[in-house]
């Protein structure tokens, strides 16, 4: 069982960029890259939905409306997956989570992300 950490959301004006950050602790078997790993948000009155993939190879899978503009990756030494955000859109703004890919653990308390002028 991971424990699961995000950072890195806030406010942020339409076109803008965010590097979100999620770090893991607790088992880790052998090295966290054999970890399928994936971002989710939840919008405001919506359910949860998966964003961003990463697979144990590296490979990589996107949500539709965020594909070119996401770019999730992972540091396997520091035990972290990283989603950076660019060109930010108002309909971005949702409550990130990361988890397994699908979802194993716990969901952690997420980071807020907001995009507003």
């Known amino acids: 069982q991971l424990q699961l950490v995000e950072s890195g959301g806030g406010l942020v004006q339409p076109g803008g960029s965010l590097r979100l950050s999620c770090a893991a602790s607790g088992t880790i078997l052998s090295s966290f890259s054999i970890y399928p790993m994936g971002w989710y948000r939840q919008p405001p009155g919506k359910q949860r939905e998966l964003v961003a993939a990463i697979m144990r190879g590296g490979s990589t899978n996107y949500a539709d409306s965020v594909k070119g503009r996401f770019t999730i990756s992972r540091d396997s030494a520091k035990k972290t997956v990283y989603l950076q955000m660019n060109s930010l859109k108002p309909e971005d703004t949702a409550v990130y989570y990361c988890?397994?890919?699908?979802?194993?653990?716990?969901w952690g308390q997420g980071t807020q992300v907001t995009v507003s002028s």
């Open positions: 988890n397994n890919y699908p979802p194993a653990n716990s």
